[in-house]
């Protein structure tokens, strides 16, 4: 009697598990994130490059466009956010942490379904430092010029530089004194 009502409740626990986990990675697809399933240099500057890469993937083209800046790799798991779809053209470009520019891969190395990485853990925007931002660039101000000073309506004087065998102390030698 009690194997039943443990295995009734252990059922019900994974039920509870998986659909609250369920519920966040559908939030997170919602916002437009996706799991890739590529392993390969599949993330590209442009969509020509990525047919490239796709259609001829010999060594001399791929060591080409990865000399060239043009290709990142792509590697199971690796969570990244869809900024724009070419249903035309089958390609997503996508927003990948520590890539500062947006790139061009082919929508079929993108799945929906979370994909565990090379560690075995399925990454999510705040594992993997992918953080999503309001617009690719940020105002940060006007720049200082040059002579720039805290104080308002002076700028610091050009000086002269110390004296290396001037002493702070007036009759005082800047070396120690040996004491026997």
Aim: glycine fraction near 6%.
């Amino acid at each position: 009697m009690k194997a039943p009502i443990l295995l009734a409740l252990a059922t019900a626990a994974l039920t509870l598990t998986s659909a609250a986990s369920a519920t966040k990675y559908n939030e997170l697809i919602a916002q437009g994130f996706r799991w890739a399933t590529a392993d390969g240099p599949y993330a590209c500057v442009s969509k020509e490059d990525v047919h490239r890469m796709a259609s001829n993937p010999g060594d001399s083209v791929e060591l080409k466009m990865i000399e060239q800046v043009k290709a990142y790799y792509l590697t199971p798991g690796t969570i990244v956010q869809v900024t724009e779809e070419d249903p035309r053209t089958g390609t997503s470009k996508i927003r990948m942490a520590g890539i500062t520019l947006d790139l061009w891969t082919l929508t079929k190395f993108l799945s929906k379904h979370p994909i565990r990485d090379t560690y075995g853990v399925i990454e999510t925007p705040e594992t993997s430092g992918l953080i999503p931002t309001a617009s690719p660039a940020l105002n940060a101000g006007p720049t200082p010029s040059p002579g720039f000073s805290p104080l308002p309506g002076s700028n610091p004087a050009p000086s002269a530089s110390p004296i290396p065998t001037a002493s702070p102390m007036p009759n005082e030698s800047p070396t120690p004194a040996i004491s026997q």
